[in-house]
């Protein structure tokens, strides 16, 4: 895949190779929904075998594409050879743009934009997938602001459509144009979003979800008859507590300190619940107990 962006006839961006970094489902969601759009992928986690259980992710999801007749094998096969993996930050050093989605912690992800600034080509766009965290933050932590945009993908990256193109005040027009191309070429749609916590969905969703929370505190109605509520009465394809899980409860307890932070709502201050299933360890579906036992 070679994306070019043009405007009064003036060639001013090309994006050819992706670098992702992050070793989660969404790492290696965004990896193959910019495979299967054509582009070259370096994914890069801290640990080797986090790169082969990676792999091993794309090549599933691949295969049950074969199986519903909605890719050939062949095109499996040639998206998977354009896959490179690595432990090694410096194999994303002639990526044309890098999209991070590591852990919601913005000194993490200031530091990593820090070395990626250093490391990467003067014209490449430095991204993140944060659902919630300040852009302009990561983008004053490099000498290339003008460079670093948000692009923020939905769980799971290979099925939702929407992805959020997040704008601080540090950025071009030209990255934020092209970073829209981008997202049309992997076949997603895109919205332009103000830098602000949570963005358009997250600022919407969590206040919900931490409602639901506090309503199962105040016991309203038992867990399981809140979700069906949900699904049964506003037609949600999962209930709140079924959603909390599938994020991550301490993915979420973070959203909700940040919207908190920025905007004082009562509606965002986390629920106690929330907060002791998250001391305990109980994290939703990535540890097998959250709301639900799995």
């Not at 370096?42 to 199986?67: D, G, I, P």
């Not at 004053?140 to 601080?168: Q, S, W, Y």
């Amino acid at each position: 895949m070679n994306l070019t962006v043009r405007t009064a006839n003036l060639v001013f961006m090309q994006i050819e190779k992706v670098g992702i970094i992050g070793s989660g489902i969404m790492g290696s969601g965004i990896a193959e929904v910019a495979l299967l759009a054509g582009y070259q992928v370096t994914l890069r986690s801290r640990e080797t075998a986090n790169t082969y259980t990676m792999v091993e992710q794309v090549k599933r999801s691949l295969s049950k594409m074969v199986k519903r007749e909605t890719l050939t094998g062949s095109e499996a096969d040639e998206a998977v050879s354009r896959l490179e993996l690595t432990t090694d930050i410096r194999d994303l050093r002639d990526s044309d743009i890098v999209i991070e989605s590591v852990i919601e912690d913005l000194e993490i992800k200031r530091e990593l934009f820090q070395r990626l600034d250093v490391l990467c080509k003067a014209d490449a766009i430095l991204a993140t997938n944060t659902s919630t965290l300040p852009v302009v933050a990561m983008a004053t932590a490099t000498k290339r602001p003008d460079l670093v945009c948000g692009i923020h993908f939905f769980n799971p990256a290979t099925v939702m459509k929407l992805v959020e193109i997040v704008t601080p005040i540090t950025v071009s027009e030209t990255t934020i144009d092209t970073a829209i191309s981008f997202v049309i070429s992997l076949g997603k749609e895109p919205i332009r979003v103000k830098d602000e916590a949570g963005f358009v969905v997250n600022a919407l969703l969590f206040p919900y979800l931490n409602s639901a929370i506090c309503m199962l505190e105040r016991q309203v109605a038992s867990m399981e008859d809140i979700d069906r509520s949900m699904q049964l009465g506003c037609g949600f394809p999962m209930g709140p507590f079924q959603l909390l899980d599938l994020v991550g409860l301490d993915t979420s307890l973070r959203i909700l300190e940040a919207l908190h932070f920025e905007s004082r709502s009562l509606a965002s201050v986390p629920a106690p619940t929330l907060r002791r299933l998250v001391a305990a360890g109980r994290l939703g579906r990535k540890s097998k107990r959250g709301f639900y036992d799995y």
